[in-house]
């Protein structure tokens, strides 16, 4: 299938605009008014270090009480005893901080250097750190759980929210990407989101992809926040864009629904990006292994997943929608421009040459 086209966008005087909220259907004239849509927040929602090293002795004797209260890097902590799906064997969690340690791989020994610990950061933490300072704390844990560290690359995902547009009824039948795993949540099911299970209603939720490479997951977040007792504070994120104006259409209107267009990137896909990925000014490679060094180049990558997963309005054109959710979003993260390709070898191809299953596109600010 050829690569779909975009609408030509328009300002609200019909005149062609790169960021005009008016798009109209070369085919058809038909136009299509985006201008009520509010884009909240586009950012990174989920952070999870892996790290390699040798677990230290005294780790191993915190989870000697399963969902006992222990100290544990000046923190108190629970302990407890994790699910087999999870890769993990233990857990350290601390709500406040917003961290999750996963410890002792299910598949590697104890006793041997191996991948023992992942560490996970919920978005709060996230929110209140640089990329800089948060890898300095993970690295800090990791450095308390484990000797012989070292990091084993990230994975990452990342979130826009908005207001004035819902998923159209057809949004799975007219979603196209290279996975063939696509699920519609409706009725009573449960879906997992990290490490919670959610229950919602009929075409609240949608998930594309696998979970060992990239996913795509649209879904209600004003529901998901209030049924985990979170929505208190995902308002006061979304109120951060608000004029001084209260009467400003373009504020957060909480009496309207936010959905959430979500990309998560397994760790392998972000090691293949790593691998194969180079810096456009300075030609170099970017070989990277943690959150912090990689996060200069989330805004690229938020465009690269847009591109793979394709909603069209109708064959060889992208939804209007699509087109203002990969080009308008900006992460609030710094972005450097760079030329992105996935390597699934050691090697890293040039794009004439590239094969099976690596991508390839770049991106250059002006």
Excluded at 45 to 66: C, N, S
Excluded at 325 to 340: F, G, H, N, V, Y
Aim: glycine letters at 8%.
């Amino acid at each position: 299938m050829a690569k779909p086209k975009d609408f030509l966008r328009l300002d609200m005087l019909a005149r062609e605009d790169r960021n005009g909220r008016l798009f109209v259907d070369p085919g058809t004239a038909a136009f299509v008014d985006l201008s009520k849509v509010r884009l909240l927040r586009c950012g990174v929602d989920t952070v999870r270090q892996l790290y390699r090293g040798l677990i230290r002795p005294e780790i191993m004797a915190l989870f000697e009480k399963p969902g006992a209260m222990v100290e544990f890097a000046g923190e108190i902590w629970h302990a407890g005893r994790v699910g087999r799906d999870s890769g993990y064997q233990y857990k350290l969690q601390n709500a406040d901080l917003g961290f999750v340690l996963l410890i002792k791989n299910f598949n590697a020994k104890l006793e041997q250097i191996g991948p023992h610990l992942k560490i996970e950061v919920s978005p709060h933490a996230i929110d209140a750190l640089s990329p800089e300072r948060l890898q300095e704390r993970m690295d800090y844990y990791a450095a308390a759980v484990m000797t012989h560290r070292e990091r084993n690359q990230c994975a990452v995902h990342l979130a826009l929210d908005l207001q004035g547009w819902t998923p159209p009824a057809d949004l799975t039948a007219r979603m196209h990407c290279r996975a063939r795993a696509n699920r519609d949540i409706s009725g009573i099911k449960e879906i997992e989101w990290t490490m919670e299970a959610a229950t919602y209603g009929k075409g609240q939720s949608f998930l594309f992809g696998s979970a060992g490479g990239v996913q795509l997951g649209i879904y209600n977040k004003t529901l998901q926040a209030r049924a985990h007792d979170k929505l208190d504070y995902w308002e006061s994120v979304w109120r951060r864009r608000d004029s001084f104006d209260a009467k400003d259409p373009e504020n957060y209107d909480p009496t309207q629904g936010v959905w959430r267009v979500e990309l998560r990137y397994h760790h392998s896909i972000i090691q293949q990006f790593a691998s194969g990925s180079t810096d456009v000014k300075t030609g170099q490679a970017i070989d990277t292994d943690s959150f912090a060094a990689f996060s200069a180049h989330l805004e690229g990558l938020w465009r690269y997943g847009m591109s793979q997963f394709k909603l069209l309005a109708r064959p060889g054109y992208f939804e209007p929608i699509w087109t203002l959710l990969r080009e308008d979003a900006r992460l609030i993260c710094q972005w450097t421009p760079w030329s992105m390709r996935r390597s699934t070898s050691a090697t890293t191809r040039p794009l004439e040459a590239s094969r099976g299953r690596t991508w390839s596109c770049s991106w250059e600010t002006s």
